[in-house]
């Protein structure tokens, strides 16, 4: 491979930078560092000024009024979720949070809220730009270019994909949306040729590349490259060597978190974990996911990512924990960027313990891949209650196909597979497509089951 394909998709000829703001995105880690700091001085005044939520939760925290410097972060309290929640709460629309005049909010996107009420995010004019430039940096690193034509199942809104719209806008590709859920339309559209590269789940890309495989159906020609997002299966080599194989194409994935950027991580084309692609804008620390004690972002470094917003003007966060539990693949690429890269593990809620292990439900997906083509690929783990620790055997729900013949062995030989390669028991239940849950959008790795036991005959 030519040293200047480093950082392209295969097959791409074009001749420009592969990099959308190399300056930034390959700069020393004490450049960067010294930027962050610098926006962080700003930002911090800016925060204690004029957010009640902020003021309020660090005098409790115990901060004085000198300057907390971005170097002592680890003074200033986490935010979490409900946090944010009770400071839209107490100052409906847009919170005591808010750190501008209503009349400079000028877009607003909501959350689906945990609790089925729905939250907002306000940005200034400004933010939305910086949402763009993290954005246009994520999606261009995976390898979409000014000569990429890409189709997208993301809504204008109410939720922060829609934002995808401005990026793809920014890079100039050619853009084929599709509503979000119209599996038709998006077949159509890539057998039509429209389009060379798919946004979506992981779980629609999935679902597409089963549908193919089983029906013998022609697989769109002129498609490429699948970009998945919204959960971490595009970054599990079981799911992702099958779409790739399957569909004829490269994988590679993004991450965002709605309160802090849409599009914050993007994988290159060499596919070895996420970038991050937001450094000047967002100050990111890895902490330890059980003391929450700061951690070093080193290669094989495992923890929570906790996010501060350095530009940030609507809404900005300090030290928010999005819950995701990452695994540092490395702080330089052969593409030339300088930004560590990370692979999702899993949700932190979605964690249990059994047997005294810690265990994220991706590493049960990653061995029902296995068994394909006798399961989708789909799998979830049922919890009964809160806690965290589990008495095996754990219930399992795989997915099926509708059409299948009676597998009677399958359940058992994934029981033995995950105690071989997890050390402990489970129970797997076999579910058919119709009953699992539409496929387009993003799966629950764990599904909450409050009563006491599923019947079984
Ligand atoms: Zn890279």
Not at 115 to 132: C, F, H, K, N, Q
Not at 183 to 197: H, K, N, Q, S, Y
Request: charged letters at 25%; aromatic letters at 8%.
């Amino acid at each position: 491979m030519a040293a200047t394909a480093a950082g392209r998709l295969q097959g791409d000829q074009c001749e420009r930078d592969w990099i959308w703001e190399r300056e930034i995105e390959t700069a020393p880690w004490e450049e960067t560092r010294r930027l962050s700091v610098a926006a962080w001085e700003r930002q911090y005044r800016r925060i204690r000024e004029s957010s009640p939520f902020y003021a309020r939760k660090w005098r409790e925290a115990g901060v004085g009024a000198s300057f907390v410097s971005l170097g002592d972060l680890s003074q200033l309290p986490f935010t979490t979720k409900q946090d944010l929640k009770e400071a839209i709460d107490e100052t409906p629309p847009f919170g005591s949070n808010l750190c501008v005049s209503p009349d400079q909010v000028k877009r607003v996107y909501q959350t689906s809220g945990t609790s089925g009420v729905p939250s907002v995010l306000a940005l200034t004019r400004g933010d939305m730009e910086t949402w763009t430039i993290m954005g246009t940096r994520t999606y261009y690193a995976t390898g979409i270019h000014e000569h990429s034509s890409v189709l997208t199942t993301f809504g204008a809104g109410p939720f922060v994909a829609g934002h995808t719209h401005f990026v793809l806008l920014r890079i100039g590709t050619r853009s084929v949306p599709v509503a979000p859920g119209d599996t038709e339309r998006v077949i159509f559209g890539l057998r039509a040729g429209l389009a060379d590269t798919l946004l979506s789940t992981a779980s629609f890309a999935q679902y597409l590349a089963n549908r193919l495989e089983k029906t013998d159906e022609r697989t769109p020609a002129q498609l490429t490259h699948v970009v998945t997002g919204g959960e971490p299966g595009g970054g599990i080599p079981t799911i992702r060597d099958h779409i790739q194989r399957v569909l004829g194409v490269t994988v590679t994935e993004v991450m965002g978190i709605g309160d802090v950027a849409p599009s914050l991580f993007g994988e290159c084309p060499l596919q070895q974990g996420m970038h991050f692609c937001g450094a000047g804008h967002v100050w990111v620390e890895l902490v330890d996911p059980e003391s929450r004690e700061p951690m070093e972002i080193e290669t094989g470094a495992v923890g929570e990512l906790a996010y501060t917003a350095l530009t940030r003007e609507a809404m900005p966060v300090v030290r928010f924990l999005g819950g995701d539990i990452v695994r540092i693949e490395g702080t330089s690429c052969e593409c030339g960027r300088t930004t560590f890269r990370q692979r999702v593990i899993g949700r932190r809620d979605d964690m249990f313990i059994a047997r005294g292990a810690n265990i994220y439900p991706s590493a049960i997906l990653a061995i029902v891949g296995d068994f394909r083509p006798r399961v989708t690929g789909r799998a979830r783990v049922v919890r009964k209650g809160p806690e965290t620790s589990i008495e095996p055997p754990i219930p399992i729900e795989v997915e099926v196909a509708d059409s299948g013949q009676p597998d009677p062995g399958l359940a058992a030989e994934i029981e033995s597979a995950v105690h071989s390669r997890l050390l402990f028991r489970s129970r797997v239940e076999l579910i058919p497509e119709s009953d699992f849950g539409a496929a387009g959008y993003k799966t629950r790795l764990t599904r909450n089951d409050p009563s006491t036991h599923r019947g079984e005959g």
